[in-house]
């Protein structure tokens, strides 16, 4: 995958909020994000893990919980790049 992702698997040049509060992404604010702290960064981050894809419990409860929430979810998509980045390694 040529774009950025996010340690959650979200494209960072699709996210809408990226751009209005000058996000620098989550690897580089160590998951300190613009909203508050990201359970899945910090997740992450704890197990020495540059994104969730090299997680032995991919996808996990978490990750699904974010991947589908009714107002912030992107239906799945997050974790079909990680898949694709998992497969590409």
């Known amino acids: ?12 040049a699709d996210c809408t909020y990226r751009e209005k509060t000058n996000c620098p992404t989550c690897h580089i604010a160590s998951g300190n994000m613009f909203w508050g702290t990201c359970e899945l960064a910090q997740c992450s981050m704890q197990k020495g893990l540059d994104s969730c894809a090299a997680c032995d419990d991919f996808p996990c409860e978490l990750l699904n919980r974010f991947a589908f929430d009714a107002k912030q979810g992107d239906n799945g998509k997050r974790i079909e790049n990680l898949r694709k980045l998992k497969e590409s390694d």
């Open 1 to 12: 995958m040529s774009q950025p992702l996010a340690r959650c698997g979200t494209v960072c």
